[in-house]
Structures are given as structure tokens and as C-alpha cells.
């Protein structure tokens, strides 16, 4: 069954903050303010995009992965979602020059 995830008013507002933290460069500012929008909301697959996507701009691709993975998990039958989470976890699979893993992840179904 089809389904689409959306952030809720009170973590919208927390990404957009966490958004203008990070284009000024306040990276730890960004991710407390995530972290913060996940107690709220743990189970959102688009938060864990969020977060992974924070994690890649700090080059931490292993941690970027988990939360690849993570939202790949949450995002079952939301095919927005998972084309995020497929796109980051190949991102982050990338980072750590595991190429094949990422033409993988851009091959499967849900890619597409």
C-alpha cells in the first residue's frame, strides 16, 4: 500500500532551522536541532535522510550509511522516501569508495 511520510509542523520548523544552521556553516548547531526533531518524530524515514545528509557534509559516510539504512527501513511503501534514502545510502557508499555497493543501491526497484 502506497503511503507518503510528511515532518509534522513542529519538526518541519526544527529542519528548516537545522537547514539555516548548516548554510552558516553551524554544523553542530544543525545536528543537535535534528537530533531534537527525532525524539519528536524517531520513526520518520525523512528525518533520517536529514540527518544522514548532515552526516555526509561532515565526511562521516559510515555514519551517513546507518541512517541510509535507517530510513530505507521506515520508509516502506512511501517510493518518495525510499528514492531519498537509496540516493543518500549511495552517496554515503560512494564516500567510502565502495562503488559497486552504490551502482547496486541505484539499480534496485525502488531506485526507479
Known amino acids: 500500500m502506497a503511503r507518503e511520510n510528511h515532518l509534522s509542523p513542529a519538526t518541519l520548523s526544527l529542519v528548516t532551522q537545522a537547514h539555516?544552521?548548516?548554510t552558516h556553516g553551524d554544523?553542530?548547531?544543525a545536528s543537535s536541532t535534528?537530533?531534537?526533531a527525532l525524539r519528536i518524530e524517531p520513526n520518520n524515514p525523512l528525518l533520517w535522510i536529514e540527518v544522514g545528509r548532515l552526516r555526509l557534509l561532515e565526511s562521516e559516510s559510515h555514519q551517513a550509511e546507518g541512517c541510509a539504512?535507517?530510513?530505507l527501513a521506515l520508509a516502506s511503501g512511501d517510493h518518495g522516501a525510499q528514492q531519498q534514502?537509496?540516493?543518500?545510502?549511495a552517496d554515503a557508499l560512494r564516500a567510502q569508495q565502495r562503488n559497486q555497493e552504490a551502482h547496486d543501491v541505484e539499480s534496485q526497484p525502488f531506485m526507479r
Open 85 to 89: 534514502a537509496g540516493r543518500l545510502l
Open 20 to 22: 539555516n544552521l548548516a
Open 69 to 71: 539504512r535507517k530510513a
Open 34 to 36: 535534528l537530533d531534537r
Open 27 to 29: 554544523i553542530d548547531g
